[in-house]
């Protein structure tokens, strides 16, 4: 199987089922099917080949759901990136990965003009939107969205991949500051996706709202899946107005929402009984774990709704799951493996670790990822030697603690581990603890340097009151932290950075 027979398969069970709920439009299998194959034939006609990168420069939309899929019926690979993308960044992306083709919203026809000139790789762009045809007509080498749906034939090309081909490349943060080019191939998604929808036990009725951008693996994922099991997408731009997302899944009848810990914060802070959403089946939270407080304010909130707190990395796509019997046991573990799978803990000399050890996250399994594009000492790092002949796994570079039964913690990332007065703290285990007192909605805590400790302890705070003081915090983590472990300092912020994807951005807190 590859990617592009998850929308073949299902247009050919169920061509009249609807797939797509995006902005006003509803689209079934059978005429996202016919889209994608029309754009497809035009990126053929343009020279598309087997193997060349394709990047689509859109927010969350029908052309962007079709481009991925055009891409892949085309032979080629792929490439998301986040529509905000700056100039140097996408010029940095497109040039790395040496782009054939490009689809952009007509929004961004400035920003992408300018950056024409220095990616000589490109052949066709594509653009989308409103004003596509006005921009075609004055961008060189330039398509519209609606043209290529006018003139190209709607006939599925031929077939050229096999499972080993590469289906994308999903870029990430290095920790250099240049973006890295995650390869996955057809064989590590299609591996991936059938192993969440087997714990997630999703079936064709499943109405799944995506509000993360799809260049975040855990948006894309959401869109592959519900195609691969032949479920509805319903579609969001984003989560800035989380009233009108509740308004959505209660008119669509959802039943599966994905999350990440800020849009459980902001949810929590909602009066969301004036919501039917009954139809609510499960919640998937990854990208950080869920504070256990969370995990319980949403639980009495939605006592019937099954929440999955899960773990896992783009270089692997989903790496850990706790089954949602045992939630209550151990509420602020992320589970096991997933089915397939298997992970282990290694110290800092290769050695495996015995329960309750810290040590990093070692991952094996067909999820694992490729390597990174054009970078081999970087994957050489990351993907090393496993158990068999020939065969890589992957180091995480995340800590975490197993306990008796097998079932792990995430402590931190390796290089945002505290030292302080010669000990090592991890600010998640500080972060759990801020969690628990009412009226924090969000904390970050890092180390900051200092002359006598090495790092002292600073906790960065969001509260849903003003009455909560730094004096009250700090008596709180006393009674419930070791001494190193208590802050040095509190701040109180009205808002913590985010990534693109939603997590919490350390990097920009001092």
Not at 49 to 72: C, K, M, Q
Not at 395 to 410: A, H, I, T
Request: glycine letters at 8%; proline letters at 5%; aromatic letters at 8%.
């Amino acid at each position: 199987m590859l990617v592009q027979d998850f929308l073949h398969i299902s247009a050919g069970r169920l061509p009249e089922k609807t797939a797509l709920i995006c902005d006003d439009r509803r689209l079934t299998y059978a005429d996202l099917d016919e889209i994608a194959n029309r754009l497809a034939n035009a990126l053929i006609a343009r020279g598309i080949e087997r193997g060349d990168r394709i990047v689509i420069f859109l927010n969350n939309s029908l052309e962007a759901v079709a481009g991925i899929f055009a891409a892949l019926k085309a032979g080629g690979v792929f490439v998301i990136v986040h529509h905000t993308t700056k100039r140097n960044r996408l010029a940095y992306i497109l040039n790395n990965c040496q782009a054939k083709a490009l689809l952009f919203g007509s929004q961004n026809a400035a920003l992408v003009e300018d950056v024409l000139a220095e990616v000589p790789s490109l052949r066709v762009c594509v653009s989308c939107g409103k004003h596509a045809g006005e921009v075609a007509a004055t961008h060189e080498r330039t398509l519209s969205f609606d043209s290529i749906l006018a003139t190209y034939p709607a006939g599925r090309p031929p077939q050229v991949n096999i499972d080993l081909d590469l289906a994308c490349l999903i870029y990430t943060s290095g920790s250099t500051g240049v973006p890295k080019g995650v390869m996955s191939d057809h064989g590590n998604i299609v591996f991936a996706t059938g192993s969440i929808i087997e714990y997630l036990e999703n079936v064709e009725d499943d109405i799944v709202i995506c509000a993360l951008p799809l260049s975040f693996d855990y948006g894309l994922y959401q869109l592959l899946m519900v195609f691969r099991f032949g479920g509805t997408l319903v579609l969001e731009k984003g989560f800035a107005f989380p009233a009108a997302l509740m308004q959505r899944m209660q008119d669509e009848r959802v039943t599966g929402l994905p999350i990440v810990p800020t849009m459980m914060a902001i949810l929590l802070k909602m009066d969301l009984s004036v919501y039917d959403l009954s139809s609510l089946r499960y919640v998937t939270n990854t990208a950080a774990a869920l504070p256990p407080n969370h995990i319980q304010g949403f639980r009495r909130r939605f006592p019937n709704v099954t929440i999955y707190s899960m773990y896992g990395l783009t270089e692997t796509k989903r790496t850990l799951y706790l089954p949602p019997d045992q939630l209550e046991m151990r509420p602020g573990s992320v589970g096991i493996a997933i089915p397939g799978t298997e992970v282990w803990l290694e110290d800092d000399y290769g050695n495996r670790l015995d329960p309750g050890a810290v040590g990093e996250l070692v991952i094996r399994g067909r999820h694992v990822m490729r390597g990174y594009w054009g970078d081999p000492e970087a994957t050489a790092l990351r993907f090393r030697p496993g158990p068999l002949p020939g065969e890589r796994v992957c180091y995480s570079g995340d800590l975490f603690r197993m306990d008796e039964k097998g079932y792990l913690y995430f402590l931190g990332r390796k290089d945002d581990i505290i030292k302080s007065r010669g000990e090592k703290v991890a600010p998640k285990e500080i972060e759990n603890v801020l969690y628990q007192l009412p009226g924090i909605v969000e904390a970050a805590v890092i180390g900051v340097p200092d002359p006598v400790l090495g790092q002292a302890i600073k906790a960065l705070v969001v509260c849903r009151e003003d009455n909560l003081t730094e004096a009250e915090i700090l008596a709180h983590c006393r009674a419930n932290l070791e001494d190193l472990m208590i802050p040095r300092y509190v701040e109180f912020r009205d808002e913590l950075p985010k990534t693109t994807s939603g997590k919490i951005n350390k990097q920009e807190l001092t």
